[in-house]
């Protein structure tokens, strides 16, 4: 049976179409879901009794539950998701005054990046718009959330068009009514999909580089080879951010690997000019992989150098390593079937 979940407003009237109803229930469905959060059609009750049944008949809202939790002793907390006979890892991360869900966006990961624990996994299928979106309304503290970032299992950009899906619910008045600047998605640089995005879409921008050298990111990231980061961060020259869409580029620091002044100096080369920031992200093992961790005094001689070069870098917080819910280290390779 198809889920409600997920449908965008125009999805809906078509939905309120084939079963009968007036073309103003979409908006009444698209409130019950995405504004009253309700879980089953019955407590739809605006609609007549008569135009539940054949909903009911056709559609169900989509909602489930998460199927377990583990929580860090720095208060993020990972989630295991179902979807369909498999399963996926979502993280909630609370701050001071934020409080930020990281989202996945498929069950595995083609990019086989090779610091990270969800590209060992493989790939084992797309998540729907409703899977996705369930992540968000099925959360515990989801009416806490101050922002999101796609930055979970999967590519976002390898399911662009549930992706895009999603963000219009996320956005529009019909849906959760977020401003675009609450939400952050995270690619390695496929172009197409960018492309795609960054004409669709208000919401930021982050690009994963690892390395300015070609050669050497190549063998950390090997979406390189296609989409070689140089000619990424070109094309993004192309585009205004200096108003509302900010892009970042996120950049983890491995000792004696990437973190010398001369990668440093590479970098700036590579964005002068573009108005951006820089994330830089400690590294955090994952098994059967032999990646040096950076130590405190290379982080922040890293990001001092491209700060006094004119570029804004921060270091980001480590949360949640201890319950594998930190960067690179979500997997559910021993939850599927």
């Known amino acids: 049976m198809d889920k409600l ?9 078509v939905i309120a179409q084939q079963v009968g109803l007036p073309p103003y229930t979409a908006a009444q469905l698209a409130a ?6 309700v879980r089953t059609v ?10 539940r049944q ?3 008949e056709q559609y169900l809202v989509g909602r489930t539950e998460p199927l377990q939790a ?23 991360i609370p701050e001071k005054e934020r409080a930020t869900l990281c989202v996945s966006s498929q069950i595995g990961c083609k990019m086989n990046c090779l610091f990270c624990m969800t590209g ?15 992540q968000i309304l099925s959360l515990p503290e989801s009416e806490a959330l101050t922002n999101i970032v796609f930055m979970g299992m999967g590519e976002p950009f390898d399911n662009l068009d549930e992706i895009l899906r999603v963000l219009e619910i996320l956005v529009s008045d019909y849906g959760f009514g977020w401003s675009p600047k609450r939400i952050t998605v995270s690619t390695v640089g496929l172009v197409p999909g960018l492309k795609r995005y960054l004409e669709e879409s208000r919401c930021h921008l982050a690009i994963s580089i690892h390395s300015p050298f070609h050669e050497e990111r ?3 990231v090997p979406a390189e080879k296609p989409f070689p980061v140089a000619a990424t961060v070109e094309m993004l020259r192309k585009y205004d951010f200096s108003h509302q869409r900010r892009v970042s580029f996120e950049y983890i620091v491995f000792g004696g690997l990437n973190d010398s002044e001369e990668h440093a100096a590479a970098f700036v080369r590579l964005l002068r000019g573009l108005e951006c920031r820089v994330n830089l992200i400690r590294y955090h093992a994952i098994p059967s992989v032999n990646l040096p961790a950076t130590n405190e005094a290379g982080i922040t001689a890293f990001r001092d150098f491209i700060n006094a070069r004119g570029i804004t870098a921060t270091i980001r917080a480590s949360r949640g390593e201890d319950i594998l819910a930190a960067c690179g280290m979500l997997s559910t390779a021993a939850h599927q079937n």
Do not use: C
């Open 32 to 37: 019950w879901l995405y504004r009253k959060r």
């Open 42 to 51: 019955d407590e739809m009750t605006d609609i007549s009794l008569a135009g």
């Open 218 to 220: 190549l063998r950390l």
């Open 54 to 56: 054949r909903l009911k």
């Open 5 to 13: 979940l997920g449908k965008t407003l125009s999805e809906l009237k």
């Open 70 to 92: 583990w929580q860090s002793k720095d208060g993020t907390k990972k989630y295991l998701f179902p979807a369909g006979d498999k399963t996926v890892e979502t993280v909630y």
């Open 120 to 134: 060992k996994q493989g790939f084992s299928g797309q998540l729907s718009s409703a899977e996705i979106i369930n």
